[in-house]
C-alpha cells in the first residue's frame, strides 16, 4: 500500500543537514555548504521509483538535490 507524501512547498527555505550528505558529495559541494547550508526548493526529483528529492538552489546560484531527510527547515 502507498503511503501520502508531504513535499515541502516550491520556493522554501531549507537548510542541508552536512552530516547527512558527506558521505556522497564532491568535496567542492561540502565546502560551499559549510560556508552557507541554506537553499531555496526549486523543484523535485524522482530518486530511485518510490522517492522524491528536492532540488535547491544554493548560496552560489548553482543547483543540487537532496534528498528529503538530508534537510531541515532553514
Do not use: H
Not at 543537514?17 to 560556508?35: C, G, H, K, S, W
Not at 552557507?36 to 544554493?58: A, Q
Amino acid at each position: 500500500m502507498s503511503q501520502a507524501v508531504t513535499l515541502k512547498r516550491i520556493g522554501s527555505m531549507v537548510k542541508v543537514e552536512l552530516d547527512q550528505v558527506r558521505d556522497r558529495i564532491p568535496q567542492a559541494l561540502t565546502r560551499l555548504l559549510r560556508a552557507n547550508p541554506r537553499g531555496k526548493i526549486t523543484g523535485y526529483k524522482m530518486t530511485d521509483g518510490t522517492g522524491i528529492g528536492l532540488v535547491l538552489e544554493l548560496s552560489d546560484g548553482s543547483t543540487s538535490w537532496f534528498f528529503d531527510n538530508e534537510i531541515s527547515k532553514a
